[in-house]
């Protein structure tokens, strides 16, 4: 005994050292810090045994927390169960998927209103340190730039149980904590942090000074002086040489560009070649060699050149001789103003009336911007046009007519060409950017812009194979973050994380309604809300209860797959798509493979298992997509959690069949160009067509039985929201929105692909396009999709799975193609446009959750906030497919 | 309408569901409360980590659906795939890798980094010097695994990563990624049985001979060896 023992004189009673451990083994003779430690053990247990987590999501891996808290993994046992909608509630925040600028300022302010004590999991490899996305312009490099994380959960996504592992781990980071340090009891806790601010880029206000001087010194610049850039390729011209060509829009641009035109003009001139495009032209890097064309066709479904000939020959007449060229398989119009006058021919007083407006993408080439639309006919469909519109490639010259007065369905397509690539549109009701902020400095998808991480123009970085020294992307850039700032930048003292330059602008005008006459006001929902599916945000203007005016706000997950998606070589991408509409992932896999086998052409024709194959799973997706859908519908309405757990329970065993045959829950990556991946386990068909035979329609029919004729289910979901059929098809809506409006447009029908034209199954479509209708069609859509896996499963057959040789040097010829396939969610597109290089010039991709949107203000207006939230429900959208 | 007859129905539905978790209805005995078909397992004590037991779930599974993890598990699929990891063979301790770099190359969002070994006098052997996976970037796609002709990297099935710290453990070095052969034929039985496997390994197996004397016939730099 070191410590000399202080007895208080009438104290002094000498102990027997026995006793005195019998003592204190048996009666409490303890000190302050060991008692506290007792308390310690009490409380502790206490919090770690209610962590309440914060109800919101961001990307994929909200699906996986979102499982995590359903019947299979209930997190219930961890007593985690709570999700807490209002951050004041909560203390556990699960930062789930991927952290983009945009969402920042709202996950900062969430995180500040939570009281303490507060935890935060970073949940996956994007809110951890970036993930996949990391180079792209808008992710922010994991959630710990910002916020302490207290546990990280790898994975891409983790597996529920991976999270539940995640929330052990926090619960013995909590065992050891000691209520006599913990830094909430006492009065200097340091947490706020300030909200970072929406300015030409996400912005922390901690370094702002930093940022200033740095910025100043144009380091950023200086980098990108040394790096080498993308190539621009010149635009497709006419197949037969004209008169005059494709004409071009006037130059007005600055000399730098008309020296590049003039390049371009002159090597494309010369005689000898029968294929402009075939030799790239001022492409320094691509050596010059014969790049093997594709063919040319829109899609793989479309009118056919003869008919397009008659087609052009009429506008010709129509409108004056080359007012349209055919310029590989679509028609060039050379005047961008003549536009409403041909679309409105087009759609009005061509025999085939081309209403639907299928998809509205750009390209920015080496001479111009061009805007390609592609057209089909509801009333028989099959036979897609393309439109080509040409505008000067100079950043913020030139517009072209807006095409939204005759198809609203452009409304949000056009707003994206104008926020991706600067391309304005005259007479645009509201002309704003949708994915990034007003005030992003930077038209993302030009070819000239270069992200903050940017290493070259395509995958591989060289930095991966010459020299293996690992490095952080941070290490790319000056300010050691994914930030770029022009240098001019002058508005240092306005940063404010209070601005919302997201959605500001976008405020409702609002209809007049009779019932109520009370001041109107508007309501921001979202960005973090339950019922929004995701970060998605809705500016209602209401009237009482009844809304009066709509604005989707969107691009909180923005994460940039098509920037990345002309850097990644072909092969790259097909994962990259599993994290579009990441419950569809099978789907998605689909459409990018049809899209690059129609630029392949004969070459990657898949053989007949890998087809059945594809579509077993395309199936399977649907059927599990739409029983989550139907769940989720359920809990917007009100009825919380039991549909969706029953739902869950089903797309759990689907997710099986996926884990087991492709690895992965979620992010299958099963398909491949000319194929699929691998082969099936053996033993997975049984499986497969028992859960199929014996189990599916049973527990549809009891979903069915469950919900269809609940009285409270008719009386929230009838009559609501009805779309009329000229409605949905003029707002280019698709999937089951489309046809629970009563349009007979299924892609597996209209324009077949793969095997469809093979099986029995019946379109399904509603009688009154209201929101009853829409949640109705996925369920019998459900039994289709059945019918479908039944004949599939049955007549299997057996051979190769992969057309020619596995490789991941995909050989893809230059061309254009537009693949379409029916997703869950509606029609999903991929527009690739190959240059003969191994990654594609450009890769767009036709969301159906982001056109389907379109409809969502004129489905609302008149009825109530409570319908919106049903609604919403009842468009099934998915944010990673919204703002991708 | 007739008002009620709906709901009462959809409360019928959710009773039945209730009642089939404990009796569920295709012999006699009890299964398990936790969705399984198995028979009900009583005497449910502690048991040690590794050895819980398998809940298989399939088209019979009816009532209770939970699967209490961690003192219960899914099955893990042979082909589920979370991190890479880098093989080497258990005999001899050689890991197969050639530092090819076409795991580098399929990578689509670039999180491998490889440095080729050397020796004394600059040459390149086959054999990686450094090879970093940044868990933090890695999307789990398995492509490196598919594509690579030596069968040297593969997907580990581990999922349990949770961690509190990420900026020195999330970058897996060499020996960070370095997994037996024993173990991975361990977890990958079907594929290390398959037909592409064997021959590849045989042929491998004659190469390498051939490829490490190459090596070592003047020490190298470095001598990536697992300990």
Known sequence: MSKPTITRPEWSTVIDPVLQKELEQHVLVTDWEKLLEMVDLVYNWGRRSSLWPLGFGLACCAIEMICTASSRFDIARFGAEVFRGSPRQADIMIVSGTVTKTMMPTIARLYDQMPEPKYVIAMGACASGGGPFKEGYNVVSGIDKFLPVDVYVPGCPPKPQALLHGIMALQKKIDGERISRSSWYRGDVERDIPIPALGPDLIDLRFVELTAERTAQGLVEAREETLKKPTKIPAPKADLPTEE?????????????????????????????????????????????????????????????????????RMNGEFGPATVTIVRAGLLIADPSKLPEVSRFLRDRNPTRFDYLVSLTSVHYEDAIELVYHLDSTAKPGQVIQLRVRTDEAEGVGAVPSVVAIWPGADFQEREVYDMMGVRFSGHPDLQRILMWEGYAGWPLRKDFLEPYYEGPTKVFDSRVDDGRHFRSEELSPFGSNMKIPRDFQGWANLSGDADPKGKHLTPAGVEISELATDQFVISMGPQHPSTHGVFRMNVRVDGETVVGLKPVMGYMHRNHEKIGERNTFLMNMPFTDRLDYFTSMGNNFGYALAIEQLMGDEARPPERAEYLRVIMA?????????????????????????????????????????????????????????????????????ASKIVNDR???????????????????????????????????????????????????????????????????????????????????????????????????????????????????????????????????????????????TAYRYHIRSPSFLNLTALETMCLGHTIADVVGLLGSLDIVLGEVDR | MTFGLGLIRGHLITLRRFVRTFLVGHGRTWTRRGGGHQKVDLWFGARTSGDEPIIAQDDRTEGLFTVEYPDERLPVFERSRVLPVLIYDADDGHIRCTSCHICAKVCPPQCIWITQARKSDGKPIALPSEFYVDMDVCMNCGLCAEYCPFDAIKMDQNFELSNYERHQSHVFTLQDLLVSSEYYERHHPDAYGSEDEVTERSKVAKKKAQRLAKASATPSEVEPRPV
């Open chain 1, 696 to 838: 599916l329609d049973r527990k549809i029919d009891e979903l069915d039985r469950l919900l269809s004729k609940n009285e409270i289910m008719l009386d929230r979901c009838k009559d609501i929201g009805v779309l009329s059929a000229e409605q949905a098809i003029a707002l280019s809506t698709s999937g089951p929105v489309l046809r629970a409006s009563g349009v007979n447009y299924d892609i597996r029908r209209a324009a077949p692909y793969s095997i469809y034209d093979r099986f029995d199954f019946a379109v399904v479509t509603g009688p009154n396009g209201d929101l009853y209708d829409r949640y109705y069609c996925r369920l019998q859509e459900m039994r289709e999709s059945v019918k479908i896996l039944k004949a599939a499963l049955r007549d299997l057959p057996g051979g190769p799975i992969l057309a020619g040789k596995k490789t991941y040097q995909q050989k893809v010829p230059a061309g254009e193609a537009y693949s379409r396939v029916e997703n869950p969610k509606g029609e999903l597109g991929y527009y690739v446009v190959s240059d003969g290089s191994s």
């Open chain 1, 245 to 313: 060509g494709p004409a071009e829009p006037a130059s007005r641009g600055p000399s730098k560009i008309d020296q590049l035109r003039a390049r371009a003009a002159g090597q494309a001139a010369s005689p000898e070649e029968p294929h402009p495009e075939a030799a790239p032209v001022a492409a320094k890097p691509r050596p010059i060699r014969k790049i093997k064309l594709a063919e040319a066709r829109p899609t793989l479904v479309w009118l056919g050149n003869s008919a397009l000939e008659d087609l052009a020959g």
């Open chain 1, 619 to 687: 199936e399977l997706t649907r059927i599990a997509s739409h029983m989550w859908s139907i769940g989720f519908l359920l809990n917007d309405l009100g009825a919380f959690f039991t549909p969706a757990l029953y739902a869950i329970e089903e797309r759990e065993l689907i997710l099986d069949l996926f884990e087991w045959a492709a690895g992965s829950r979620m992010m299958c990556n099963y398909f491949r160009f000319g194929g699929v991946a691998f082969d099936l386990p053996g033993g997975w068909a049984e499986k």
